[in-house]
């Protein structure tokens, strides 16, 4: 195999070459195992990935990640969906699935084969702006962090000529490597600003993040250091997020610039990415995740722009609604919930679809959920209106962002979450209600973030999840109030 060959500059570019290998490079496979040809700074893909729910076992130690149980995917692919079809495909997709590991070393290569671009993402591409970008293009890819920095930059395919990969496939059995990417971490800075030499410096650790717009397989991985470990060891509380296409990543460019990336990286909590394009409400896809992808210790909830597509029935889309939320509520009552609303937008919806009514169908399920979670004293909810973005933040008339416009988001996000820590929200159902619950963001999420980990850790002790039990200390107090105003027991539990 002519690996100088394989280097192909631009993430987007990357991964259509891939998804194109030829049978010759998945049938090269068949080699893998340890043999002398084999690096000793080597480690299998499925020690290292984190994001997904479950690991499809494949021949020779490749495996294939999913974000999806198989329950999910066959309820996808149901009757019960709106567009099965296309679904099936989404389902596939890798959007928040990560490796992450540590190394000393400055060069790695990853054994990977991508899935061709899904029919409904290419219909989707081809409505974007021609101002913003080719529309013919992949706009995915991979990219990676090293040491929680975002690297801006090209993944190559296969092993550029005379890197310590191409060199290591030449001395190795015929065929024995299958494509893959190369990351050139670069010159990793070390102690007093002195460069290290591969092999001889401390640990780094990176984060390589796998197309949102299509699935992939993964085999092995390899540096030119002396090792290539799984960073983290415990099973950590997770950040889960339900959304549609925008929060699945269409049109960003990269899959580490999706909002829920970004608000996952900022908030320091892993990411478990369930987002699927063109999704509504539905509640049999929601299910529990397994002990092994972590436990929720904040969940958020972006979907219902799509109805705006679809001829619905306001009754038939309240009850999905309310079912959706009232189940999540149910599997995870102790994790604060955060709900996105659509926002109506200009564009007018089809003919006999209800869309306009849907924000206002979503507070009726928030504010159901909100009164059982008041009684339990359980953390609160958050009901939030997605903003509008300005047009140069659009890709296209759909509303998929670019990646300044779901940064725009994610950050509007964050300077949201601080009010998950109002007493009044948790306890009446309405922020600053007592005037004393002045938040501001930043430092703020991180306290809600601590909260939701305690949560999510007890649940994970206890076995299941379960309410908690209102506070001693919690009850409102004249102690509590600001000079010259007054609580009253009635307008505390008005709705």
């Not at 929680?148 to 190795?172: F, I």
């Not at 269409?250 to 892993?270: I, Y």
Request: glycine share 12%.
């Amino acid at each position: 195999m002519d690996w100088g060959a394989a280097g192909v500059s631009g993430a987007g570019a990357g991964v259509d070459a891939a998804g194109a290998a030829s049978a010759d490079a998945v049938a090269a496979a068949a080699g893998v195992g340890a043999r002398a040809g084999e690096p000793t700074c080597c480690a299998y893909a499925r020690e290292l990935i984190r994001g997904a729910v479950e690991l499809e076992e494949l021949p020779y130690g490749w495996v294939r990640p999913w974000r999806f149980s198989a329950g999910q995917r066959r309820a996808l692919a149901s009757c019960l969906a709106w567009y099965p079809g296309i679904f099936r495909q989404m389902a596939t997709c890798t959007a928040g699935i990560r490796l992450e590991f540590e190394t000393d070393a400055s060069e790695v290569f990853v054994e990977v084969r991508t899935d061709r671009e899904p029919r409904a993402t290419r219909n989707v591409l081809k409505g974007m702006k021609p101002e913003v970008g080719d529309a013919n293009a992949a706009h995915d890819g991979f990219s990676f962090d090293v040491d929680g920095k975002h690297r801006a930059g090209e993944v190559r395919l296969g092993p550029v000529v005379g890197s310590y990969a191409a060199a290591t496939a030449a001395a190795a059995m015929p065929g024995e490597w299958a494509a893959g990417i190369t990351l050139e971490l670069g010159e990793l800075a070390g102690h007093r600003g002195l460069m290290e030499l591969p092999g001889f410096g401390r640990s780094h650790r990176v984060c390589v993040w796998l197309p949102a717009l299509r699935g992939c397989e993964l085999g092995r991985i390899a540096g030119n250091g002396t090792f290539v470990r799984a960073a983290g060891g415990a099973v950590e509380p997770v950040l889960l997020v339900l959304g549609d296409s925008v929060a699945q990543g269409f049109t960003t460019g990269d899959p580490a610039l999706a909002w829920p990336s970004l608000v996952s990286r900022e908030l320091g909590m892993p990411l478990v990415n369930q987002s699927v394009g063109a999704q509504v409400f539905q509640e049999s896809a929601v299910a529990p995740l397994p002990t092994n992808a972590g436990v929720p210790a904040l969940v958020i909830v972006a979907l219902g722009a799509n109805y705006r597509y679809g001829r619905c029935n306001e009754r038939v889309v309240a009850r999905e609604i309310a079912a959706c939320l009232e189940h999540v509520d149910e599997l995870w009552p102790s994790v604060p919930l955060v709900v996105l609303k659509p926002h109506v937008g200009a564009r007018e919806p089809v003919a006999g679809s209800c869309f306009e009514r849907v924000p206002a169908l979503i507070d009726d399920a928030v504010a159901r959920v909100r009164r059982r979670r008041m009684a339990a004293g359980a953390p609160a909810v958050l009901s939030l209106a997605t903003p509008a973005l300005e047009e140069r933040q659009l890709s296209d008339v759909d509303g998929h962002p670019t990646a300044a416009g779901a940064a725009a988001l994610a950050r509007f996000v964050l300077d949201e979450l601080p009010k998950l820590e109002c007493r009044c929200l948790a306890e009446t159902g309405r922020y600053g209600r007592c005037g004393a619950c002045g938040h501001a963001g930043g430092k703020g999420s991180a306290k809600v973030v601590r909260a939701g980990e305690h949560a999510a850790k007890h649940a994970h002790a206890s076995g299941h999840e379960r309410a908690a039990k209102p506070p001693v200390s919690s009850a409102p107090s004249i102690e509590d109030t600001p000079p010259g105003q007054t609580i009253s027991m009635f307008t505390l539990l008005d709705e």
